[in-house]
């Protein structure tokens, strides 16, 4: 099992991954609004503007509802899209719910910085007696490795 570190940056990647799915979905499947009662403002391109700086008349045709261009919009049912962004709102939730307890769960969030301070130079000191520890033991096998070399050594003349 992985330690509490990679498992907060897996789920920060999953929500990561979530919100642009959620995000691709919203744009590839929203329902066309009706915008027969509204008239669409002109693009600004050059052919609607003038060297003088007027607007030039477009051909916009005030009932026209042309989806976006894009050759992947799939548009969904309004109560089809509303129930599809509900349960990706509710899955966000859930993940971000999931990393918050993952925080909590980190420790030395419940001790001040200067307890932190002190467990980190008592650590350190464990840190140097045990190498100093270590060191001896090298040094023993060293010795007990000459020695048995040794040892060989007067064997073979024998």
């Given at each position: 099992?992985?330690?509490?570190?990679?498992?907060?940056?897996?789920?920060?990647?999953?929500?990561?991954?979530?919100?642009?799915?959620?995000?691709?979905?919203?744009?590839?499947?929203?329902?066309?609004?009706?915008?027969?009662?509204?008239?669409?403002?002109?693009?600004?391109?050059?052919a609607?503007?003038?060297?003088?700086?007027?607007?030039?008349?477009?051909?916009?045709?005030?009932?026209?509802?042309?989806?976006?261009?894009?050759?992947?919009?799939?548009?969904?049912?309004?109560?089809?899209?509303?129930?599809?962004?509900?349960?990706?709102?509710?899955?966000?939730?859930?993940?971000?719910?999931?990393?918050?307890?993952?925080?909590?769960?980190?420790?030395?969030?419940?001790?001040?910085?200067?307890?932190?301070?002190?467990?980190?130079?008592?650590?350190?000191?464990?840190?140097?007696?045990?190498?100093?520890?270590?060191?001896?033991?090298?040094?023993?096998?060293?010795?007990?490795?000459?020695?048995?070399?040794?040892?060989?050594?007067k064997?073979?003349?024998?």
């Amino acid at each position: 099992m992985a330690d509490r570190l990679t498992q907060l940056q897996d789920c920060l990647d999953q929500l990561a991954t979530q919100f642009y799915a959620s995000l691709r979905y919203v744009t590839t499947h929203h329902p066309v609004p009706n915008l027969s009662n509204h008239q669409r403002a002109p693009s600004p391109s050059p052919a609607n503007v003038t060297t003088s700086g007027e607007q030039a008349t477009t051909n916009n045709n005030p009932g026209h509802n042309d989806p976006p261009a894009s050759p992947s919009y799939r548009p969904d049912s309004p109560i089809t899209f509303a129930a599809a962004a509900g349960e990706l709102a509710r899955d966000l939730v859930q993940k971000q719910k999931q990393i918050e307890a993952l925080i909590d769960s980190l420790p030395g969030l419940e001790k001040s910085e200067e307890d932190q301070v002190r467990r980190i130079q008592e650590l350190d000191r464990e840190l140097k007696d045990m190498e100093e520890e270590r060191k001896g033991v090298v040094e023993e096998r060293e010795r007990l490795l000459d020695r048995v070399e040794n040892v060989i050594v007067k064997v073979r003349r024998v």
